[in-house]
Every structure is written in structure tokens, then in C-alpha cells.
């Protein structure tokens, strides 16, 4: 057993290599709003999506209950960091207004291919190798005094209809090759894959 010395910290995160997924919502006109997500969590079919009150997803998907999970590459991590400065709420909530701005059309922001969904409404992200068509079933209210300091959050609880893998990711019999696929990984707000190589860190990464 390795001889550990600890220390106690209060870090503003907690974001110990989580995935990053691109949700797709669909917007009041019938467009959708592309935006990046790395709190979220599958049981099965269904999945928990971690989503701060003041987000454009959060008001899509409580009016629209359906949405597009989109998994990037590890090579896509720039795309990725071009929508994370970006929301689809305008005017731009006070909180936000110091980091973020409002793009109309997140798909052209990250040089992304909206592609038509076959089960539900917003359209998916034709260069994610990996897109998960999905119901929302129940938005649960989050607690917790440190969440409350962000504005409050919801756990969209989704139910995954439908999954399209790019075929050079497919194995027979419906099983995704581990050894192929490679999920982009957000670890402390810098970008990774599943090897100790950094890609990368996003804008709001602490120096």
C-alpha cells in the first residue's frame, strides 16, 4: 500500500477525469443549441445530467424533454473549447456576463455539422464518433450550499433511445472496441484522452 501523505483542500471542482459530451437542445425557434457538458453519469439506458439553473439546456430541455448526448474525440477537444466561452441565452445571465457570450448558432461557432435526428427533435453533432438520441424523463432539483453559490442546479434524468457509434469504433454484435475508442477526458478543467498526454486546458483553467 503506498504511504500517503494528505493534505486538506477545498478545490472548486471536482472533476477527477470526467468525459465531455456536447448536448443538443432544441431552442424556442426549432434551432438547436449545442453545448459542452463534463457532469453526467450512465445506469444502463439512462442517464443523469448535471446542468447549473442558468443554462440555455437547462430552460430547452424543462420545455423539450428530448436531447442529443454527442461524444467528441480526443482530437476535437479544440471544437469543444470553442463553445465553452459561448451560451445560448441572451441577454447573457449577470452571472455570466464577465466569461461567457451569446452565439446564435453553436454549430458554426465550432465548425459542426448538425445531422438529423431520426427519435427526437434536436439535430446531432455529425463529427462526434459517438451520438445518444434521448428522452428526458424527470429534472430533479440538486442541493447543496456550494451549488447554490453557482445559481442552483438540475439532474435532467434521460432515457437513451437511440445510439449511433462510427463503424470504425464497432466491434460485432453492437460492442464499442475499448481499444479503438477513446472518450475526451476533462481532469481539473484541462483536456485529456486516456493516456497521461495533455491536449490541452480551457479558458477558464486556474494558472
Same mark, same amino acid.
Given at each position: 500500500?503506498?504511504?500517503h501523505?494528505?493534505?486538506?483542500?477545498e478545490? *472548486?471542482?471536482?472533476? %477527477?477525469?470526467?468525459?465531455?459530451a456536447?448536448?443538443?437542445s432544441? !431552442?424556442?425557434?426549432?434551432? +438547436?443549441?449545442? =453545448?459542452?457538458?463534463s457532469?453526467?453519469?450512465?445506469l444502463g439506458?439512462?442517464?443523469?445530467?448535471?446542468?447549473?439553473?442558468?443554462?440555455?439546456?437547462?430552460?430547452?430541455?424543462s420545455?423539450?424533454p428530448?436531447?442529443v448526448v454527442?461524444?467528441?474525440?480526443?482530437?476535437?477537444?479544440?471544437?469543444?473549447?470553442?463553445l465553452?466561452?459561448?451560451?445560448?441565452?441572451?441577454?447573457?445571465p449577470?452571472s *455570466?456576463?464577465?466569461? %461567457?457570450r451569446?452565439?446564435?448558432d453553436?454549430f458554426?461557432?465550432? !465548425?459542426?455539422?448538425p445531422? +438529423?435526428?431520426? =427519435?427526437v427533435g434536436p439535430?446531432?453533432?455529425?463529427?462526434c464518433?459517438?451520438?445518444?438520441?434521448?428522452?428526458?424523463n424527470?429534472?430533479?432539483?440538486?442541493?447543496g450550499?456550494r451549488?447554490?453559490?453557482?445559481?442552483?442546479?438540475?439532474?435532467?434524468e434521460?432515457e437513451v433511445?437511440?445510439?449511433?457509434?462510427?463503424?470504425?469504433?464497432?466491434?460485432?454484435?453492437?460492442?464499442?472496441?475499448?481499444?479503438k475508442?477513446s472518450?475526451?477526458?476533462?481532469?481539473?478543467?484541462?483536456?485529456?484522452?486516456?493516456?497521461?498526454?495533455?491536449l490541452?486546458?480551457?479558458?477558464?483553467?486556474?494558472?
Open positions: 500500500m503506498p504511504d501523505e494528505f493534505c486538506t483542500i478545490p *472548486k471542482i471536482l472533476y %477527477f477525469g470526467t468525459p465531455v456536447l448536448i443538443s432544441l !431552442n424556442e425557434d426549432g434551432s +438547436t443549441n449545442l =453545448a459542452p457538458m457532469s453526467f453519469w450512465t439506458w439512462t442517464m443523469m445530467l448535471g446542468l447549473l439553473d442558468d443554462t440555455k439546456t437547462a430552460e430547452n430541455l420545455r423539450v428530448e436531447c454527442n461524444l467528441p474525440s480526443p482530437e476535437m477537444w479544440q471544437q469543444v473549447e470553442k465553452a466561452p459561448l451560451t445560448g441565452k441572451t441577454p447573457v449577470e *455570466k456576463a464577465k466569461q %461567457f451569446f452565439a446564435a453553436k458554426a461557432a465550432a !465548425n459542426l455539422t445531422l +438529423t435526428s431520426e =427519435a439535430a446531432r453533432a455529425q463529427e464518433p459517438v451520438q445518444m438520441e434521448a428522452r428526458v424527470k429534472m430533479h432539483r440538486m442541493h450550499e451549488l447554490e453559490r453557482l445559481g442552483g442546479g438540475l439532474a435532467a434521460v433511445l437511440r445510439v449511433y457509434v462510427s463503424k470504425e469504433f464497432v466491434l460485432s454484435d453492437s460492442y464499442v472496441n475499448p481499444a475508442w472518450p475526451l477526458i476533462y481532469n481539473f478543467r484541462h483536456y485529456f484522452r486516456l493516456a497521461e498526454i495533455e490541452g486546458k480551457t479558458f477558464r483553467a486556474e494558472k
